[in-house]
């Protein structure tokens, strides 16, 4: 016999199971009405349909339209009664309440959306707000589900570790979703016909609109790659939950192939409407895939050794934030090869970030797409710049690192690597990349790169790391060098900008580092390290966190406000930044270090990302029919009043020479 808290999940997971399909056949049909153009069968009336509850059987458009809308309506009843189920028997569980109460948050945002959609007759970004709001909705229905599955089986949640590629999962099926929802609404896939290559060639096309779509088909053949690799490296993994983790991934992993497959066809075939709606109806189960994959990440408990552990997650497990952990993770795994020491030394997670705030503005400085040739020289410079600097800076603080439980085990302090070897192999980099840079991108980005560089191992590591508790404040400064290197190596000129996104990452530091820095400030204590927490105690960390993220938030739509990016990305900074701010205001209130501090620490790290992606999408994408940009604001650019507005064209003095 079941008891009455079985019984309560059970009847939730299905509730939370049919509105998932629901939503995914609510999505699959809005693609049809797009498709067959049905989206005004029923005129601008809303809710009838032109002015009748049941529509004309004899018109075939108004049939469509008028059946979206039926569906519609049966997802907001399916997403109503998950939410009544959750109040009524899982009021005290927000593991359950949270994601269905979320939901018809986003249900009744939904809902005003379709009605904005047909009152602006199916203006395309419209469109896309409401398709991309549609995966919200079903992402947080597969959570719902997922979540009452597990109390169903009775498993105790320990928070795990599985692959961190995992997690960029979802992430990068809804960046390809979004990308192939403008695609769509703009009837892109014409200007970019063929498969694999893209008209024919390998560089995108000369429109713009073929520039979309290149776009969208590149960001899904290298969500192809990822997921493949994710399934292949499922293999090796052992320990609890690497089982379910590795079905999911192998899961993900077929079924991207067959959306790429589905697309291949209908490029092919010259974009018929079977086809163009099964493309839909396959990305609405890449997109629910992808969150299944990302959550049996999150409960897999891995085979792992110190060294491979990540150091945040080590040092609050060791205190007794995160929780209990399995046997499995303190085995010991075979020694690192000489290469995979190489590249521990460059801390190549700390440059993933680093190289997407470095990209992201080469797309916003209205001088065009960049060449793909520019970007990957940028791309392979800017990670040898930081490299380098981060393995001098491993050079330098082997002795403290030595008296870290996070660090000792590092190439240097471990032995596996000289120090002199790490020092030549650290000024390499910085050399190789200045080579780069000044012969492939242009001489101003090479001595900004420089510069970042020199800041990074003199100003941080060198003078005030180990003396002042602003050492990440002014130090700091080094990381908002990238955007200033990928400004200038498309623009070739510093503008008014990329100030502000120099501004940006160096307020956005503080509050992402110190978060960090509360975990871990028993090891700085340890080792004699003078971090804020150390110093002046982790209330007064929380307030200047606090006061340092206020500061951040209105900073971030500066560019909105002055012209240089557009409301789509203002809607996105304060979003982002709301949550963000939720965080530092949680931290303070609560004593001592608690979850929430490691918590802070990894969403800073998504709001960069995210607020750089942002800025992408709202240059690369014209928001509305006849939409200008207003014109970026230039500081000394003796060619702004010679280029016509709007022109994609770089003047001669710009190009790398």
């Known amino acids: 016999m079941h008891s009455e808290a079985d019984t309560g999940a059970q009847l939730y997971r299905r509730g939370a199971m049919i509105a998932a399909g629901l939503a995914v056949g609510l999505i699959t049909l809005g693609g049809v009405v797009r498709i067959t153009g049905s989206g005004m069968g029923c005129g601008d009336h809303w809710p009838l349909c032109n002015g009748r509850i049941l529509p004309n059987l004899s018109d075939t458009l108004e049939v469509i339209e008028w059946s979206h809308r039926w569906v519609a309506l049966l997802v907001s009843f399916a ?9 009524r028997r899982h009021r005290d569980q927000p593991a359950l309440r949270n994601p269905a109460l979320l939901a018809l948050a986003v249900l009744l945002l939904q809902i005003v959306l379709g009605a904005v959609t047909v009152k602006l007759w199916n203006a395309a970004p419209t469109v896309v707000v409401h398709l991309t709001n549609a995966m919200v909705l079903l992402g947080l229905l597969v959570v719902a589900a997922l979540r009452a599955g597990e109390q169903l089986r009775g498993e105790q949640v320990i928070p795990g570790r599985g692959p961190t590629g995992a997690l960029l999962a979802p992430g990068l099926a809804f960046l390809v979703v979004v990308f192939g929802a403008f695609v769509a609404n703009y ?29 969208h088909r590149v960001l899904a053949f290298l969500f192809l790659g990822h997921t493949i690799g994710l399934a292949l490296g499922s293999r090796r993994l052992t320990g609890e939950g690497a089982a379910a983790y590795r079905r999911a991934a192998w899961m993900l992993a077929a079924i991207v192939v067959l959306q790429v497959t589905v697309g291949a066809a209908m490029m092919l075939s010259l974009l018929p409407t079977s086809l163009r709606a099964a493309h ?25 050794s110190p060294a491979h552990e ?17 046997a499995l993770d303190a085995e010991a795994v075979a020694t690192p090869s000489l290469m995979a020491d190489l590249v521990t030394l460059t801390k190549p997670r700390i440059i993933s970030l680093l190289l997407l705030t470095t990209v992201a503005p080469m797309y916003i400085t209205g001088h065009g797409v960049p060449p793909i040739s520019l970007v990957l020289w940028v791309i392979v410079g800017g990670y040898l710049m930081a490299g380098g600097a981060n393995t001098v800076n491993m050079w ?3 002795d403290i690192d030595m008296l870290m439980s996070r660090t000792r085990l590092r190439p240097i302090p471990s032995g596996r690597i000289s120090a002199l070897a790490a020092l030549a192999f650290g000024l390499a980099q910085g050399a190789i990349a200045f080579w780069i840079f000044w012969h492939f991108v242009n001489p101003l980005s090479a001595w900004l790169a420089f510069s970042g560089y020199l800041f990074y191992i003199f100003v941080y590591t060198v003078w005030l790391k180990r003396i ?94 002055f012209g240089a990016l557009g409301l789509f990305y203002a809607v996105a900074a304060l979003a982002l930044g709301g949550r963000l701010l939720w965080y ?41 029919h006849g939409y200008e940009r207003a014109p970026l604001l230039i500081l000394d650019h003796p060619e702004t009043e010679a280029m016509a507005p709007g022109s994609t064209a770089l003047p001669a003095a710009h190009h790398a020479p």
């Open 396 to 398: 330098f603080d082997r």
């Open 584 to 624: 530092s205001i949680k931290v303070l209130r609560e004593a001592g270090v608690t979850p929430t501090a490691w918590k802070m620490y990894k969403y800073s790290l998504l709001y960069l990302a995210l607020l750089f992606v942002a800025m992408g999408v709202d240059r690369a994408v014209p928001f509305g």
């Open 79 to 87: 997403v109503a009664a998950l939410a009544a189920i959750a109040l």
């Open 280 to 304: 839909l109806f396959v990305g609405s189960l890449v997109w629910t895939s992808a969150i299944v994959l990302a959550f049996r990440s999150r409960r897999m408990l891995t085979a792992r």
């Open 468 to 561: 002042s508790a602003q050492n990440i404040v002014i130090g700091g400064a080094a990381g908002a060098f990238p955007p200033l290197v990928g400004w200038t190596a498309m623009t070739g000129t510093l503008d008014l900008p990329a100030i502000y996104l120099f501004a940006i990452i160096f307020f956005w530091t503080p509050p992402h580092f110190w978060a960090l820095a509360l975990i871990k400030k028993q090891d700085y204590a340890r080792a004699g390290i003078p971090m804020m927490p150390v110093v002046q105690g982790d209330q007064w960390t929380k307030i200047q966190m606090l006061a340092y993220t206020l500061m951040l938030i209105p900073l971030t739509v500066m560019p909105s406000i």
């Open 310 to 326: 990540d150091p945040a997650h080590a040092s609050a497990t060791s205190e007794g934030i995160v929780g209990p952990v399995s």
């Open 187 to 215: 009837n892109a896939g014409l200007y970019c016909l063929g498969f694999p290559l893209c008209a024919g060639g390998v560089l995108p096309p000369a429109e713009a609109l073929g520039k979309l779509q290149w776009v």
